[in-house]
């Protein structure tokens, strides 16, 4: 580092250099501040996740407190538009993507045998970006007459359908906070999307191909790949709303000349991919839960990385189905309703996959397998209620009715936000060296299957019987009193089991059972390190010669095909990493932290802020941006001694 | 004695288990047959016309299918869990890593049962989809948050104006003869939707798409807005009533007094 000529040191850079002293001692606050460890960030996303998921599903519970009863006056109409929208961004940009990322982060380095991802900056930048924008997002509440319950919250539906969304039909400041929320959520996801990507081509263990990756990996790059692409689609058309709102452009409006329906095609040309990148990193998380608890390898490998990458090109494909009903003819809707059933395809073959995964093992009824069995069921059902509404006659009647809220939330709860459950439990002891609750695990694991099931089930039926999504109130004599009686008891169920997760989560981190290295006797190189793994991962780099490396360190076949423990294997690794204490990892560099992320990330609220109220604080956002940015390519990544 | 009871429940609980999988199923299905009240106003399983008829087939084509593969696929799923349950914690299965000709036949065989439920499919598509025919009789539909408004070209008065009505629960329209609505947005995006008639199509500022329906019998039928429309969305209800020709006629001219 002596070599690059650093200018004579100011009072600032030496402060700088204080600063980030400061954050070296690994117990301070500013050294999480600082973190550009890819094991903290994700545990700072998977804590921010999990804290907007009580956000978000407080949202939902008020939403089905209103809906219990016909013609109810729990929330008024403008409160309860407005609380739908705010669950809907939630779920998706504060909860899925975010739990997702936090499990990218902290599975990513260790499964490839990598030491950090291939930019530790960038990716604080990523989160702290997600954090500014969740934020943002969030405080829009406060910008209305909150203690009156006027409410300032974006109130146009989350998928923000133009005309509704401009200036003529949503006054005050909501939707500006949406679209430029959104905004920061996309930069954030694209610079980890980048990251993961390059991280997973370049940085794995020797010996590790593509084709011997963990499929948590391939799912985090098909996904990865998703993000880069989709991303930009969706930053166009809020660039467009941000200059029709604030600009008095015109696209989508049609009285001049624009056209309301660019924005649903954009929108969609996003938003189907982006199921998949809520999905995706799911049913990766399967792909590693169902082997290690049944004591197979994964069935058929190739067929489900091939398919969870057919899935992610054929996404592209795929959005008029959200669109059926906006007229646009018989050939369009023709030709996207049979690229819609064909998306089953390499769906199902995952499915069966998983199920062949099962077939003929020894299989341990572990709470994060629970989780695992669960979602595959779940998600069996919201994928075959999925095809029954990509029939385009039929979806004519189901389309923005409750059917659908149905069948998204049986694919994006039953799918996603369950089999993440299933990854907390998995790999919580890998971070914490404790083992979960195994009973509490599975009160959770019930009551969550029993609420979620009271809660959706019958939303099929609402919807059948033609109640349509988005209504603040009913009438009586629809026939709808019962079904969304029974919703509201279920939501209520899986509050309940998120409250239990909650305890036995707190429980566990104090008086969890010492849970050793490796405790499910998994198969998968995370668990060959230590129980938390050292900053630096791997003191070693191993050197990977199968797909199932490690476990192939714990168990041979024997001359008759029975497979055996290797005497002494696979716990030979860990002692070896304790064994010599005065080497304690000292000459591994690891990058320094630094602030320059959370500093450039910080503009970006500011410059959004000014947008809405006062330009002259988008200068002095983008300057800030500029600072850190600036200050992260001089500052050096490694601080000498 | 407080460990003897202890252990009796410890032992009822371990029991229940093993049941509760099956104690939910049950639960559903009465609860689903218990509250199956098909006389309700917007039930799309009581189709009223022949658009709404032929939805509710294409609908049936897939949900049969669905439910024997969500039968299959989650009974296989407990008979796996149950057959395979670790007996021996020191047991290690044999490694199988997959088996090409199982997992070619389950992707092959999904995909000619999609593109057998597709093609009849495309086929109602192209039957729904035809403009309407030369002798349907056409209303113009106007959507204004949070109100419909119908326009009847058929019926003018002396000035040539077309009869227009306002009257969310007093619109009319002829049985047993097809109704082209002509859909039209003064403000935002509406979804005109009458479910027992069939399914619904957009109402979009800019742009008048034309759907038609037709009532095959006389009766009052339930709809509503199905695209978010802003405040009172829930409110934008409406009620059409089809009758015979002649009895339209004779409303439309008391109507145009």
């Not at chain 1, 004579?8 to 500013?30: V, Y």
Request: aromatic share 14%; proline share 6%; net charge negative.
């Amino acid at each position: 580092m002596a070599s690059i000529a650093v200018p004579k040191r100011s009072p600032l850079s030496e402060a700088l250099k204080g600063a980030r002293r400061a954050a070296e001692n690994s117990s301070s606050i500013w050294s999480w501040i600082a973190t550009v460890d890819h094991k903290r960030i994700g545990i700072l996303y998977g804590i921010s996740a999990v804290v907007f998921f009580i956000v978000g599903g407080v949202e939902a519970l008020l939403l089905r407190l209103q809906l219990a009863q016909p013609d109810a006056n729990f929330l008024d109409p403008d409160a309860y538009n407005r609380l739908f929208t705010m669950h809907g961004t939630t779920m998706v940009f504060l909860v899925v993507m975010p739990l997702s990322s936090a499990f990218f982060n902290l599975m990513v380095p260790l499964m490839i045998g990598a030491r950090d991802v291939a930019f530790p900056r960038l990716n604080a930048f990523s989160y702290w970006t997600f954090l500014a924008g969740a934020i943002f997002l969030n405080a829009s509440f406060f910008t209305g007459d909150i203690l009156n319950g006027d409410l300032g919250a974006p109130g146009g539906g989350w998928f923000g359908y133009a005309p509704l969304s401009l200036r003529e039909f949503a006054p005050g400041h909501g939707m500006d906070f949406w679209m430029l929320g959104l905004q920061m959520f996309g930069i954030a996801s694209l610079a980890g999307g980048f990251n993961f990507i390059v991280t997973i081509l370049n940085m794995r263990a020797p010996g590790m191909t593509l084709f011997r990756m963990p499929v948590f990996v391939w799912m985090t790059l098909v996904t990865s790949f998703l993000i880069i692409f989709a991303m930009p689609v969706i930053a166009v058309a809020l660039f467009e709303l941000t200059f029709d709102r604030l600009f008095d452009a015109n696209y989508f409006n049609a009285e001049a000349g624009g056209n309301p329906l660019l924005w649903q095609h954009m929108f969609w040309l996003f938003g189907h991919p982006e199921v998949y990148i809520l999905i995706l990193p799911a049913f990766g998380i399967l792909s590693e839960i169902l082997p290690t608890f049944s004591r197979k390898p994964l069935f058929g490998y190739a067929f489900v990385v091939f398919s969870g990458v057919a899935i992610g090109f054929m996404s592209w494909g795929v959005w008029v189905h959200h669109m059926y009903t906006t007229g646009l003819g018989t050939v369009a809707n023709s030709a996207f309703g049979i690229s819609t059933i064909l998306i089953a395809v390499p769906t199902g073959v995952k499915v069966f996959n998983w199920m062949g995964t099962l077939w003929g093992g020894s299989i341990r009824f572990r709470a994060p397998l629970m989780f695992a069995v669960g979602t595959v069921a779940m998600f069996t059902i919201g994928g075959l209620s999925g095809v029954t509404h990509s029939m385009v006659p039929s979806d004519y009647q189901q389309n923005s009715s409750y059917y659908v809220v149905a069948h998204f939330h049986y694919v994006l709860f039953g799918g996603a936000i369950m089999a993440l459950f299933g990854g907390i439990y998995y790999w919580f002891p890998k971070f914490t060296g404790k083992l979960m609750n195994e009973p509490l695990g599975h009160l959770n694991f019930w009551l969550m299957l029993i609420g979620f099931n009271l809660t959706f089930f019958p939303m099929h039926i609402s919807g059948l019987l033609g109640m349509p999504r988005r209504v603040y109130t009913y009438n009586s004599d629809m026939g709808w009193d019962f079904w969304n009686l029974m919703s509201t008891v279920g939501a209520f169920l899986i509050a309940l089991s998120v409250l239990v997760f909650l305890y036995n989560f707190f429980l566990s981190l104090r008086r969890g059972k010492e849970s050793g290295p490796d405790p499910w006797d998994a198969r998968t190189l995370e668990w060959s390190l230590p129980s938390p793994p050292p900053e630096y991962n791997f003191k070693e780099i191993p050197t990977v010669d199968s797909r199932d490396h490690f476990w192939n360190t714990k168990y041979r076949e024997d001359e008759t095909g029975r497979v055996v423990p290797v005497l002494a294997g696979g716990v030979v690794e860990p002692e070896e990493e304790h064994g010599d204490d005065d080497e304690h990892g000292h000459g591994i560099h690891m990058p320094s932290p630094s602030y320059m992320p959370l500093i450039a990330s910080i503009g970006f609220p500011i410059v959004a802020t000014g947008l809405i109220y006062d330009y002259a604080l988008v200068p002095v956002g983008f300057a800030l941006i500029l600072i850190g940015l600036f200050g992260w390519v001089m500052e050096p990544a490694t601080e000498e001694d | 004695m407080r460990r003897n009871g202890t252990t009796l429940t410890l032992g009822h609980l371990r029991r229940l288990r093993t049941f509760i999988p099956a104690l939910f199923l049950l639960g559903l299905l009465a609860l689903f047959l218990s509250g199956c009240d098909t006389d309700t106003p917007q039930n799309t399983f009581d189709p009223k016309g022949e658009v709404a008829d032929k939805q509710a087939d294409v609908f049936y084509w897939s949900m049969w299918p669905a439910i024997v593969i969500m039968t299959i696929v989650l009974g296989g799923l407990l008979v796996i869990m149950l057959r395979f349950r670790e007996r021996d914690p020191e047991h290690v299965p044999p490694q199988v890593h997959g088996n090409t000709r199982l997992e070619l036949a389950w992707t092959i065989a999904p995909a000619i049962l999609l593109l057998a439920i597709g093609i009849p499919m495309v086929a109602t598509i192209y039957d729904l989809g035809r403009p309407p025919s030369e002798d349907a009789f056409r209303v113009d539909v106007i959507a204004q948050r949070f109100t419909w408004e119908f326009q009847y070209p058929e019926y003018t008065d002396e000035d040539g104006k077309p009869l227009s009505v306002f009257d969310q629960s007093g619109f009319h329209i002829p049985a047993g003869r097809e109704v082209a609505f002509y859909l039209h947005s003064v403000d935002v995006i509406h979804s005109f939707w009458l479910p027992k008639l069939g399914g619904k199509l957009d109402v979009i500022p800019g742009r008048t798409n034309v759907l038609w329906l037709r009532a095959d019998e006389p009766g009052t039928f339930s709809g509503q807005c199905a695209e978010f429309c802003g405040l009172f969305h829930a409110d934008m209800t409406m009620k059409v009533t089809a009758q015979p020709q002649e009895e339209l006629d004779a409303w439309a001219a008391e109507m145009l007094q």
